[in-house]
């Protein structure tokens, strides 16, 4: 189940012009849900986060929602309950894509995001 849904995104690269990485955070000590986040590398966004009852729960929604707004141009995630450092470039970027712009996500330089989409 996992492998499928992580092979829904092999066209991430082609389409952002970004590398992406998942993250899994489990509590091991207190009874909370497992959290899958999925990002492209070097950007701080929680767009793509999603809380599963098993680890892999949370890895297919997170995988789900960057498979419909990504590569399907569906509206799928909104802000999280918070917000990280990223979040409003990203939503302005998937915003202008859902509507058919093909653009690559902003280059970044030195940690910040610069460009036009």
């Known amino acids: 189940m996992i492998d499928e849904a992580l092979k829904q995104l092999s066209g991430l690269y082609s389409?952002?012009?970004?590398?992406w990485s998942l993250r899994v955070h489990v509590s091991l000590t207190e009874p909370n849900c497992?959290?899958?986040i999925i990002s492209p590398d070097?950007?701080?966004i929680s767009r793509y986060r999603c809380d599963g009852n098993s680890?892999?729960?949370a890895i297919v929604g997170a995988a789900?929602?960057?498979y419909r707004e990504v590569i399907l141009r569906e509206q799928a995630a909104t802000f999280e309950c918070y917000t990280e450092g990223d979040d409003a470039l990203y939503a302005r970027w998937i915003k202008t894509r859902i509507a058919g712009n093909d653009a690559k996500l902003?280059?970044?330089?030195?940690?910040?995001p610069s460009g036009e989409f």
């Open 64 to 66: 789900d929602m960057v």
């Open 106 to 112: 902003p280059v970044r330089n030195c940690g910040s």
């Open 42 to 44: 070097g950007w701080d």
């Open 34 to 36: 497992p959290t899958a």
């Open 15 to 19: 389409i952002t012009g970004e590398d």
């Open 55 to 57: 680890i892999e729960d």
